[in-house]
């Protein structure tokens, strides 16, 4: 079964809300998750890792105050996308591995398909 | 040239053909080698996890790691329509904090 749960699947919204995409490790403690977008027929990209009581290491060319990303909990790491528009629409999925720097492979997220109207 | 280099595709077989997936890398420090699958509009779902050189068999799936060619396989036997998805190759040096990914090959099927 899965063991990284994202939330929600699929969201539409006006341009200029702001979108909450939530991230759950089940099965294990996720000192750092890991946030990915990825546009259609190509690969993913990463945007940010996310840790645990810390804040976000965004890539280079990631605005960090467009993408907000909040990993409160051993198990939660949230990223939202303030004041949407519609170049911010694209798939948006998470993953996380267990342990901090652990040789475990990561996990994914099923993933967010978000469109910007 | 891109740390992970993987032909995007896209590639189709009839069904019950042996499909070869590959992945070459350039960085020598790599070594976790993982294989995903993508169906459409979903995660990546981890396929196969091999450490270091050598084959790792699961069921259909086999994976190749050759180090000292910087070259790593994946091998699908009796491939079904099932198997249509996106498979991407990625590696890491250290841990998970590190991983790099392939582009992914789109792969079809054919009943």
């Known amino acids: 079964g899965a063991v990284v749960s994202q939330h929600p699947s699929w969201v539409i919204c006006k341009s200029g809300t702001s979108v909450k995409i939530e991230c759950r490790s089940l099965d294990f403690q996720a000192t750092t998750m890991f946030w990915y977008r990825q546009f259609p027929k190509q690969s993913l990209m990463l945007m940010a890792t996310?840790?645990?009581?810390?804040?976000?290491?965004?890539e280079q060319g990631v605005e960090k105050d467009k993408f907000l990303i909040n990993h409160a909990s051993l198990t939660l790491s949230t990223l939202t996308v303030t004041s949407a528009h519609p170049e911010d629409s694209s798939f948006y999925i998470c993953s996380a591995g267990p342990g901090q720097g652990s040789n475990q492979p990561q996990h994914f997220g099923d993933g967010t398909r978000l469109s910007i109207l | 040239q891109k740390e992970v280099e993987q032909d995007p595709g896209p590639l189709s077989v009839p069904e019950g053909a042996i499909v070869s997936l590959n992945c070459t890398y350039s960085?020598?420090?790599?070594?976790?080698f993982m294989w995903y699958r993508q169906y459409s509009r979903k995660g990546p779902e981890l396929l196969m996890y091999?450490?270091?050189?050598g084959n790792k068999e699961d069921g259909r799936f086999t994976a190749q790691v050759d180090k000292s060619s910087k070259y790593i396989s994946l091998f699908i036997r009796d491939s079904q329509p099932s198997d249509s998805a996106t498979y991407l190759c990625a590696m890491s040096a250290w841990n998970n904090n590190d991983m790099r990914f392939g582009a992914g090959t789109r792969l079809t099927v054919k009943p």
């Open positions: 960085n020598s420090a790599f070594q976790y």
């Open positions: 091999t450490y270091s050189s």
């Open positions: 996310s840790n645990e009581g810390s804040k976000a290491t965004y």
